[in-house]
């Protein structure tokens, strides 16, 4: 009785559970509900939301684009600003250069008229006083001997420290025969610049025909000079002296001194003992020589790629001797014509005018300023290309006689000078240039090979440098083939089947056929394959042996030809090498016969 009591109550308990859990469903259901409503409200918001965002963006990127374009619009207008801003500072700073370059031009040419006026009237006068008209007036009246000196002095009063005044002086008091004046006024004029003096006065006794005199003047210019700093004068009083215009005894000074300078520079350069002096002299000399001979590129190349490491001490000795041929050739060509005797006065005349119009020390550095300015107006304030083109047709202060003496014998168009006077500088050089062409010649010889070694493809000859007949390089050329005859027979000899190999091939061919008998399937299959190649590989190894004896065959003619080819084009080669190294040899004997304008040139000899 009491048990279904308790059952009713646990079921009504169950019930009530039941029905507040349903409650609670439905509670919650509602409250999804409400959360799907919020949501869907807030997502649809969101969305609207997003969709003005998107609208606005949209029209941020138009204005950004804009904002880039405009951008990019100032930058093309700020660059372009940039550049003529630079361009205006650049062009107005250059036209800055150039005003300030024409003010300080303007001022010098103030100073220099204010300083040197009366020196350009005593160079004015001292060409008067030296033209050969003014001597004829004199002697014919038309001109007083006082007028002539009083304008000389007045002209020493003016410009008592410029030394061309008292030479000036010095020459008036010789046309009214005031040999006491005219004495003091050289020795006044030599007291302010020996050199330019002494050579004045040189010219100026050759222009009135007092050659003695004029002889001892230019001797004693010589004597004066520094080889190493000659002056810029040097030159055209070369050519003057040279045309023996200033007299044969002018000439011997200076072909005596320009000896003695020639060998006191050597002593100079190399401080060897007497008996090395040759080599001294090939020291000098040598890259003068080297320039006059022949190049040996793609003339030899067969055999240089035969005879190794000879080819470069062949190479020197027979680059030696056609430099000791090209020198001989080269003077014979350039110095065989025997000069004028006379310039016609046009030398004298070219070197007195230089020596008068050449500026003083003080004067040559405002002249230098004044320069520089010119350029740089000329170049329109670019100092850099005024510079260069300042320093470019600048003259070198300093003329050294032996470079001068080597430009004027092996580059004459680098220097202004005419045939008497580079006659003169071979005959000065001489003493020292012929026993380097002797001692190139001696070095020549002593690289000239008795024989040289040619190997070619494995096999080598030993070829005599003395003259060979035909028929000896024939027989090399035959060696040669028969050695690679004999060679292609002995590869060819060598190639026979392996026997071994053929009869183990064989013998696994035969094992793997019993094999294929008593298996079935994959195993069988295998066996059979195995036994085809097998047999395969044993019969290539017996017919393959006349496909390689023909292949060996046929290289080995193949290059038999190219080797034999390769052979006699190196022989051939080796024959014009040293015929002409013996005949450059030869040639260098008439050097001894030869002296500059001394006649015609030998005849050539064979090979030549």
């Known amino acids: 009785m009491h048990e279904p009591a308790h059952l009713e109550g646990q079921l009504g308990e169950l019930s009530s559970t039941v029905t507040e859990l349903g409650d609670e469903v439905a509670r919650l259901r509602a409250a999804r509900d409400r959360h799907d409503e919020n949501l869907g409200q807030e997502l649809t918001?969101?969305?609207?939301?997003?969709?003005?965002l998107a609208g606005k963006v949209a029209d941020f990127s138009a204005i950004l684009s804009q904002t880039q374009a405009a951008i990019g619009a100032v930058r093309t207008t700020t660059d372009a600003t940039h550049r003529a801003l630079n361009s205006f500072v650049e062009r107005y700073g250059r036209d800055q250069i150039v005003a300030n370059a024409q003010a300080e031009l303007s001022r010098l040419t103030t100073e220099w008229v204010a300083r040197f006026a009366e020196r350009r009237r005593i160079r004015a006068l001292a060409r008067g006083l030296a033209h050969a008209?003014?001597?004829?007036?004199?002697?014919?009246g038309l001109v007083d001997t006082s007028t002539?000196?009083?304008?000389?002095?007045?002209?020493?009063?003016?410009?008592?420290?410029?030394?061309?005044?008292p030479a000036v002086v010095a020459v008036?008091?010789?046309?009214?025969?005031?040999?006491?004046?005219?004495?003091?006024?050289?020795?006044?004029?030599l007291t302010l610049d020996q050199a330019k003096a002494t050579l004045f006065f040189a010219l100026t006794c050759s222009r009135q025909k007092r050659q003695n005199e004029a002889a001892r003047w230019m001797d004693r210019y010589l004597s004066g000079l520094d080889p190493s700093d000659l002056g810029q004068e040097f030159s055209v009083v070369l050519d003057a002296v040279a045309g023996a215009e200033l007299g044969i005894e002018a000439l011997t000074y200076a072909r005596q001194a320009?000896?003695?300078?020639?060998?006191?520079?050597?002593?100079?350069?190399f401080t060897l003992s007497p008996s090395d002096s040759a080599l001294a002299h090939l020291t000098r000399w040598q890259p003068w020589m080297l320039d006059q001979g022949a190049e040996s590129s793609g003339r030899f190349d067969a055999l240089r790629k035969l005879c190794g490491t000879q080819w470069a001490e062949a190479e020197q000795g027979w680059q030696t001797a056609t430099a000791v041929k090209g020198t001989l050739d080269y003077l014979q060509d350039e110095y065989s014509d025997s000069p004028p005797t006379t310039n016609g006065g046009r030398g004298m005349d070219i070197a007195l005018n230089h020596l008068i119009s050449q500026l003083d020390p003080d004067e040559s550095r405002m002249h230098e300023q004044m320069g520089g300015l010119h350029a740089i107006i000329e170049h329109q304030g670019d100092t850099e290309a005024a510079t260069a083109a300042f320093k470019a047709a600048k003259e070198p202060e300093k003329v050294d006689f032996q470079a001068l003496l080597e430009r004027a014998i092996f580059e004459p168009r680098a220097v202004h000078l005419g045939y008497p006077a580079r006659l003169l500088a071979l005959h000065s050089a001489m003493p020292t240039l012929r026993p380097a062409v002797t001692a190139l010649k001696e070095q020549s010889e002593s690289l000239?090979?008795?024989?040289l070694t040619l190997t070619v493809d494995g096999w080598s000859c030993q070829v005599p440098t003395a003259p060979t007949t035909p028929e000896s390089r024939q027989q090399a050329v035959s060696d040669l083939r028969r050695h690679l005859e004999r060679r292609t027979t002995a590869a060819i000899g060598s190639v026979a089947p392996i026997w071994p190999r053929v009869f183990t091939y064989f013998i696994m061919a035969a094992a793997c056929a019993v094999l294929a008998l008593f298996f079935d399937g994959v195993a069988g299959s295998l066996a059979k394959v195995l036994t085809v190649l097998l047999l395969a590989y044993a019969a290539w190894g017996v017919a393959h042996v006349p496909f390689r004896q023909h292949q060996l065959r046929e290289n080995g003619a193949r290059r038999r030809t190219e080797s034999t080819a390769e052979l006699k084009k190196a022989l051939g080669q080796h024959t014009r090498l040293f015929q002409q190294w013996r005949a450059s040899l030869t040639a260098a004997t008439h050097w001894d016969d030869w002296s500059p304008a001394a006649g015609e040139r030998p005849n050539p000899q064979p090979g030549e």
């Open 45 to 52: 918001s969101m969305h609207a939301a997003i969709s003005q």
């Open 133 to 140: 008209l003014t001597e004829d007036a004199v002697t014919r």
């Open 148 to 165: 002539i000196e009083a304008c000389s002095q007045e002209q020493l009063l003016l410009e008592p420290t410029f030394w061309l005044a």
């Open 172 to 189: 008036a008091a010789g046309y009214s025969r005031d040999t006491d004046r005219a004495a003091r006024a050289r020795g006044h004029a």
């Open 258 to 269: 320009m000896t003695r300078w020639d060998r006191e520079g050597n002593a100079r350069l």
């Open 448 to 451: 000239l090979p008795e024989h």
